[in-house]
């Protein structure tokens, strides 16, 4: 069953969604100067909303020390974060207002329909 179908357009009327480009990691080079340059696949644009987190999300990802400005972001389709074991980490999203945040984690997945995550402001790209 399609949760998404249902309960999408009522929360559209509240919080519509946006296009939100995902530049997934595929490690670094190494530049002439021997510092690591991150690289990233050819980026894909999907549809999701940036919401604040609630207090349940930052108990979740308290242990994961971040600082900074962190949101939550629901995705239509599957994500992963930083998966150590498989050298993954390190994935870009880019909001609709040009704004980048770097993914900490994925919080929550269903099936092969959507999934959320925490990501942090990026000041510096």
């Avoid at 390190?90 to 925490?118: F, K, P, R």
Wanted: net charge negative; charged share 15%.
């Amino acid at each position: 069953m399609n949760l998404a179908a249902f309960a999408g357009p009522v929360i559209n009327a509240v919080n519509p969604t946006h296009p939100i480009v995902w530049k997934a990691s595929t490690g670094y080079t190494v530049d002439e100067d021997g510092k690591q340059v991150p690289s990233y696949a050819t980026p894909v644009t999907l549809t999701g909303q940036i919401q604040p987190m609630q207090f349940r999300d930052l108990q979740q990802i308290d242990s994961l020390n971040l600082q900074g400005t962190r949101r939550k972001v629901y995705l239509f389709g599957i994500k992963d974060a930083i998966v150590r074991s498989l050298s993954k980490g390190g994935d870009l999203l880019i909001d609709d207002q040009g704004v980048t945040w770097l993914v900490a984690m994925v919080i929550e997945q269903w099936s092969n329909e959507w999934c959320s995550v925490a990501v942090t402001l990026q000041t510096d790209t």
